[in-house]
């Protein structure tokens, strides 16, 4: 069974500061890894994707990816309140057949 | 670019009843993938359909089949419906290619079944 796995959470930060967000995934030969946010009641809206160790910044946001150690993270800098969702980490292991976590609930307060 | 679009967004049915769902893909991708979300098992794969061909399939009962037309939008049908088939049930597209596999969702189609 490939797993995905992530704190539930809720993980509350304040406005301004860096949210953390991490994801273990159970399959090394995972090739690509993704990050959707999904507001309550929405679908999933890709915020970032990483395919090679190392980090990849796309604005407030950075996706560091870890394949010795199974790991991904999405930081996200100067967290505002319209940030507060779900956030989902999904890996590719084969074929276009997407694996995701049970999501992460971040909370930024005002 | 539009994006992916689905119908119906509700949809109320009984047991034991069939529904299908329809899902229109990103202009250009060919791949259509199909997912269940429910609070309990969270986002769940279904099948993925590329080129008209069911190319990879979820652990899944045979009542939810689906199938892709050669303008690839694509369809997903459950028969004999079951309480637990009540959920969210999103569709997503892309490329299909070896690194060009990111996937974009639809709104999905909010299934409740009575």
């Known amino acids: 069974q490939k797993e995905v796995e992530q704190n539930s959470g809720p993980l509350s930060v304040p406005e301004g500061a860096i949210a953390s967000l991490n994801c273990t995934y159970s399959d090394r030969g995972s090739q690509s890894f993704f990050w959707y946010r999904q507001y309550s009641g929405k679908s999933p809206e890709l915020i970032m994707f990483?395919?090679?160790?190392g980090d990849k910044e796309d604005g407030r946001f950075t996706a560091q990816l870890n394949k010795a150690s199974q790991y991904v993270s999405l930081l996200i800098r100067d967290s505002q309140p319209s940030d507060s969702a779900t956030y989902l980490c999904a890996v590719n292991n084969a074929g276009n057949m997407l694996t995701f976590g049970g999501g992460t609930r971040l909370m930024v307060k005002p | 670019k539009a994006g992916v679009t689905q119908t119906p967004r509700y949809l109320i049915k009984t047991r034991g009843q069939q529904v299908t769902l329809s899902c229109s893909p990103i202009s250009g991708h060919r791949s259509v993938s199909w997912y269940q979300q429910t609070p309990g098992q969270g986002l769940q794969f279904l099948f993925e359909y590329f080129s008209e061909t069911q190319r990879n399939k979820g652990n899944f009962p045979g009542r939810f089949s689906g199938r892709q037309f050669s303008n690839s939008r694509s369809e997903m049908n459950v028969s004999t419906l079951e309480l637990g088939d009540s959920a969210l049930y999103l569709c997503a597209s892309s490329r299909g290619h070896p690194d060009q596999e990111t996937q974009y969702f639809g709104p999905g189609t909010r299934l409740l079944v009575l």
């Open positions: 990483i395919y090679s160790n």
